[in-house]
């Protein structure tokens, strides 16, 4: 099969973490989030586990209390960050912080959340090479999902401050004891779909070979 290189790589360096360009007012389809999690469940999992599980959230009261939880938490931890990038003079970071304290105030708003699970939750003492397998059998599928939204117009961000509040939420949407919440995703089409590369540093800087 002759991938085109290109879009590949284009839809794969320009999938960003959208917050002020999610469109709040217009409908996202269930069709549509079905279709990017038929995707999603192609990524691979540990020892074939196929553990992953997904709560969609689009009744408006189920996501104003989870609006709720988020922003419980992110409030002190947004401002704290903020701050520190400030202070460093990292406009990235600080640009980063203003758009995540403008999803903060408007998650309730945003027509789909996605919240991806683990069935199976990790005892305390779960060695990490479990821990390992465990987070790395459900986060290539949500980056799947994540592209999947991106191809079709849709965006998403990867937020886990809700997860301070992870019972109450659990309790909301009726999740059984033995499933483990990782994240939660607004998603909404997307205001304009011209989304850029992100500045990052060169590979050289940040990539050894054979040690470090």
Known sequence: MDFDIDM????LATTRAVRKRLDLTREVPRAVIEECL??????PTGSNSQTWRWIVVDDADKRRALAQMYRRHADAYLSGAGEQAEQRGDD?????????VY?????HEVPIHVIPCVEGRPPADTPLPMLAGLFGSIFPAVWSFQLALRARGLGSALTTLHL???REAAELLGLPDNVLQ????????TKGTDFKRANR???STVTHWNGW
Not at 8 to 11: A, N, P, R
Not at 38 to 43: P, R, S, T
Not at 182 to 189: D, G, N
């Open 8 to 11: 590949t790589d284009e839809l």
């Open 38 to 43: 038929e995707l999603a469940v192609q990524a």
């Open 92 to 100: 990235q970071t600080l640009r980063v912080m203003h758009s995540a």
């Open 103 to 107: 999803l903060a105030e408007h998650l």
């Open 164 to 166: 301070g509040s992870e």
């Open 182 to 189: 990782v994240a939660l995703l607004p998603v909404a089409y």
């Open 201 to 203: 540093p060169p590979v």
